[in-house]
């Protein structure tokens, strides 16, 4: 059986940082492309990064530049998003999901583009 979970998730105050990880079983990672979604209350999911298989290569939504960053040890088969100087606006339940392409697709941030997807991990930001 394939599966994704995704852990590190908590309440953070706004400033603070989070370091969420996603680990696979059934399956390594290290063949795949990864990408980041989350989706807030109200709102639909948006992608925020993803990572290249070889970790070569990594995208970001202009919202988390410079905040977030993702990485990947593949010896762990897992992958990780860094986040710093969380916001109240970061708050959403996090999903990490498998891209079957070796490279971030252009459409990285649809969630079409990828096959696989945890059932997620919730982010809150409050003070």
């Known amino acids: 059986q394939l599966t994704l979970v995704e852990s590190g998730g908590g309440l953070v105050q706004p400033g603070g940082s989070l370091r969420l990880s996603c680990t696979a079983s059934?399956?390594?990672?290290?063949?795949?492309?990864i990408g980041w979604f989350r989706q807030a209350p109200g709102k639909e999911r948006e992608g925020v990064s993803c990572?290249?298989?070889?970790?070569?290569?990594?995208k970001y939504a202009d919202s988390v530049k410079g905040r977030f960053t993702i990485s990947r040890d593949n010896a762990k088969n897992t992958v990780s998003l860094q986040m710093n100087s969380l916001k109240a606006e970061d708050t959403a339940i996090y999903y990490c999901?498998?891209?079957?392409?070796?490279?971030?697709?252009?459409?990285?941030?649809?969630?079409?583009?990828?096959?696989?997807w945890g059932q997620g991990t919730q982010v809150t930001v409050s003070s």
């Open positions: 999901a498998v891209d079957t392409r070796i490279l971030c697709s252009s459409r990285w941030y649809e969630r079409y583009e990828y096959d696989y």
């Open positions: 990572i290249s298989r070889s970790g070569g290569s990594t």
């Open positions: 059934g399956f390594t990672l290290d063949k795949y492309a």
